[in-house]
């Protein structure tokens, strides 16, 4: 054990102490070529596997530097990744509060809070891998919801038909496909020009679906959208859930944490009218991954929608029953993901969550203005989050075809040369710069280089 401890230690030097770009922009084939990751009968010695380490450590992207302007995380929390670390150490499983005490009740105390933050009255909950299995579980509860009998009898010819907004994740797609709903019966339901789902739209979906004689089961809202950072309506949809006894999920995965803020937590006003919520803490929280959950504002839904199928095995009936997660959850074997979300809270308190959205608000805010004053950029849409979608406008005449190469060859360029990591997006058939500012450490320094940058190799293509 001590000498991978001490691996473990230089590791953690060579990736800190390290002065590299954020991230390499090398290829699939050409890394093949250089790295060998085959296996073979025989071992190899400690060396050997430090060596694999340090080549891990060189070609992974720095996701902790405030230049890594792509995902929607970035930054490092060290309580939290002290608490990955510990949580390894020593690999608990949290389908039973037997093998997971301390955990077990950790995770209950996060899910307490969060249905505090979203002001769920009846609020229960359960860690999950990832916004889409909070997601997929969400709409799980909705079908049962709507056809009781679906987990013991399936859809029996029933059409249930899903409405999310265009600008929802991917992972709804999964989830009607998983659930046996199809994906032809997920609609994509007209958002306006920040984002949001238009209510009108909704409605007049959901007629179309009854007139066809379908059964309306589920609207997913999305708060803090993956490529604008929009913030859908939660009062007008809820009411047009409530006459026709929807199912309505908020995936709050990227945009949840604002419910921190006394100043932005407006974004999702009205949360508390819904019936489940996704929230990761793998995303803004800056929690190493995974660390996500499924809340859900009525007492026994989970465990009613999940459970059976032969778990007696491991789920006894003794002092513990009422605490064992396992029967809530739609995984065995689950990692204990509460600890580094719990150590991280406590160290730094809900008033240091409000401190960091606070803070990225506005950096945002900075961020947008410049984009603003300066003639070669112009935003694509405004930005309600930490989401800056905006594009490079050429001086010369271009179609929007060739002005969308032109922002994608700015962030390819930009990422081979070894700038800052930014990646393109499509935002209703134009192609922008997306930059998410997720990072404490950004700066408005760091900014005016990142812009001017993107305005030298946009000048460069443009005269090219
Ligand atoms: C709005 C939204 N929902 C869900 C997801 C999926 O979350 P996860 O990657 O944790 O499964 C994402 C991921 O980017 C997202 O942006």
Redesign the pocket.
């Known amino acids: 054990m001590q000498d991978h401890l001490d691996i473990l230690s230089r590791a953690v030097d060579h990736w800190t102490n390290k002065d590299r770009p954020v991230s390499s922009a090398i290829t699939a084939p050409e890394l093949e070529k250089i790295l060998n990751v085959s296996l073979s009968e025989k071992g190899c010695s400690p060396e050997e596997l430090e060596r694999a380490i340090h080549d891990y450590l060189n070609y992974s992207p720095d996701v902790s530097r405030p230049d890594f302007f792509k995902l ?1 995380y970035s930054g490092v929390n060290t309580p939290a990744l002290l608490g990955d670390w510990i949580t390894s150490l020593t690999n608990a499983t949290m389908h039973t509060y037997q093998v997971g005490p301390v955990s077990t009740l950790m995770e209950l105390e996060l899910i307490r809070q969060w249905n505090q933050l979203i002001g769920f009255q009846d609020g229960e909950g359960v860690m999950v ?5 909070a ?1 997929l579980i969400g709409m799980m509860l909705a079908r049962h919801h709507a056809v009781p009998d679906s987990k013991t009898k399936g859809l029996q010819g029933k059409t249930l038909v899903a409405y999310v907004s265009d600008q929802a ?1 991917y ?1 709804n797609q999964r989830s009607v496909n998983v659930l046996g709903i199809g994906t032809d019966n997920l609609v994509a339901v007209e958002s306006d020009q920040e984002g949001r789902i238009k209510p009108s739209a909704l409605e007049a979906e959901i007629e179309k679906s009854l007139a066809q004689g379908h059964i309306p089961f589920y609207i997913g809202l ?1 708060a ?3 490529v604008l950072g929009a913030y859908d309506p939660v009062k007008p949809c809820s009411e047009i859930a409530k006459k026709h006894n929807i199912w309505v999920h908020i ?1 709050g ?2 945009g949840a944490p604002v419910l921190f803020s006394e100043k932005h937590r407006h974004l999702i006003a009205d949360c508390h009218l819904v019936d489940s919520f ?1 929230w ?1 803490a ?2 803004l929280m800056n929690v190493p991954l ?1 660390a ?1 959950v499924v809340l859900v504002n009525h007492t026994g839904a989970l465990r009613a929608c999940t459970s059976g199928g032969g778990g007696e095995y491991l789920f006894h009936q003794d002092a513990n029953a009422q605490y064992n997660l396992g029967e809530r959850s739609i995984q065995c074997g689950r990692r204990a993901d509460a600890l580094k979300v719990w150590l991280s809270w406590k160290a730094i308190g809900n008033q240091g969550f409000a401190k960091k959205i606070d803070y990225l608000q506005d950096i945002k805010t900075r961020c947008v203005e410049m984009v603003q004053q300066n003639d070669s950029f112009e935003m694509l849409a405004p930005a309600a989050y930490l989401n800056v979608l905006f594009r490079y406008v050429p001086k010369t005449s271009m179609s929007e075809d060739e002005i969308g190469e032109l922002n994608k060859a700015i962030c390819k360029t930009m990422v081979a040369e070894g700038g800052a990591y930014i990646d393109y997006a499509n935002y209703k058939g134009k192609y922008g710069i997306r930059l998410i500012l997720a990072n404490e450490q950004i700066t408005p320094e760091h900014l005016e280089k990142l812009l001017n940058e993107c305005e030298r190799y946009g000048n460069q293509f443009d005269d090219a």
């Open positions: 929607l891998s990832g916004g889409s299995q997601n994740h992972s999305t803090g959208t993956t995936d995965a990227w996704a990761d793998h995303k995974t996500a």
